[in-house]
Structures are given as C-alpha cells and as structure tokens.
C-alpha cells in the first residue's frame, strides 16, 4: 500500500446514516405504483446509484413512464425524513478528528441533498468548501471521473488517495480510479466486490488503523 495523502469519503452511508430512510421513502413510492419492493431491496438494489437509472428499472416493472414529479417528490420526502431521523454514521465524527491527513466528500448526490444532509446532521464544518457532487460535474458513480477530479483538485496522484465508500457503483468508481478502495459494509449486504484490492471493513473506528495512518 502507498502512503495515503488525501482520504475521499461518500455522503450517505458513510457519513451519514441516509440509505435506510431513504430506502423506506422508495419502499412507500413503489407501493403507490403497486409494487411490492421492501425497504431491504431497496436499499440493496439501489444504494448509491444514481436516481434517473433506479427509476428506469421501475418504469420497465410498470410498463409506462412516472410522473415527472416523482423525482422531486422523491427528494422531498426523504428531506422530511432526514431532518426527523438523521444521523451521522457511528464513529465518523471520531474518525475524522484524527486523521492526519486532508479529506474531502465525492458524492454522486446533487449538492442540495448533500448540504441538507450535512447540516442536519452538523457535520457540514468537517467538510465545507470541499465537497464535490456528481451532479456538478455531469458525472456519475460507478465512472471514475468524481474521484479524479477531486484528487486533481487536492493536486494529489490517485495512487496516493483513498476513498472510503459503502456502494459497489463507488467501490467501482475507486478502483477505475486507480485509487485505493475502503468499502465500508457494517451488515452484509448483497452488493460487494470481490476485487481483492478492496479492503472490507465493519466499524468507523477500524479505518484509521487499516489505511495505516495511526
């Protein structure tokens, strides 16, 4: 492993603890257009893809285009939620105090979310003026091109940065990066890599050990 110089994090699932809330508002849309998809498929089929290809696959099931409100309905709803039952992920916050070396947020999520998340959560100080979203830069997970971006902002090789993600599209996206991979799976879901460059691990508090910064 080379020495890690800049550590790129995910939003949700990450540092926030979003995709279950998140998963729940998509289980209670699908039973409006009834379907039958549980909050656990949800959050394994769609986890951290991006939301205009997840709303193919159920316009396939369907059979007929939704409405163009759903999108925003959609993130409307789970704003709600985030602001009643947000949380960031346990032992973020420890995790971030200590690492030695810069961080960033590369989130496939437009920034609106991303800002909602973090400010409801009060972790937006961590990672202010150094956030960059997909949505920005026309570039989605699992395409390198987010992470690549960032390490070229932070003027630092990919080889030498690390990305800290809990979806197989961001798992994807590191290692097209070039970039080592950390992929965070606190249960075990049906999403993972079996690429052997990527190391698993279950708690916050185990990273800064495995990226051999302590």
């Known amino acids: ?11 949700d699932g990450v ?5 279950p809330l ?12 009834g379907l039958d998809i549980s909050s656990r498929e949800a959050e394994e089929r769609f986890n951290g893809r991006k939301i205009a290809e997840w709303i193919k696959e159920l316009e396939a099931v369907v059979n007929t285009p939704l409405a163009e409100t759903f999108i925003p309905d959609f993130r409307k709803r789970c704003e709600i939620r985030f602001k009643q039952d947000l949380t960031p992920v346990a032992g973020i916050k420890e995790v971030l105090d200590q690492l030695p070396v810069p961080f960033c947020m590369g989130s496939s999520g437009p920034m609106e979310k991303i800002n909602v998340t973090l400010t409801t959560t009060r972790m937006m100080p961590y990672f ?3 956030i960059f979203s997909g949505y920005e830069l026309q570039c989605w997970k699992p395409d390198p091109g987010l992470f690549l971006h ?5 003027n630092t090789p990919p080889e030498h940065c690390a990305v800290v993600e809990d979806s197989l ?14 992929h965070y799976q606190p249960a075990n879901p049906a999403q993972s890599s079996s690429d052997s460059r990527v190391i698993r691990f279950k708690h916050m508090n185990q990273l800064p050990a495995l990226m051999k910064l302590t």
């Open 1 to 11: 492993m080379k020495p890690i110089k800049l550590v790129i994090f995910d939003c």
């Open 15 to 19: 540092i926030v603890d979003s995709e």
């Open 22 to 33: 998140a998963a729940a508002v998509i289980s209670e849309m699908a039973t409006e257009l």
């Open 128 to 130: 202010s003026g150094k």
């Open 150 to 154: 960032a390490a070229k902002a932070f």
């Open 169 to 182: 599209a961001g798992v994807q996206a590191g290692l097209a990066a070039g970039m080592q991979v950390f």
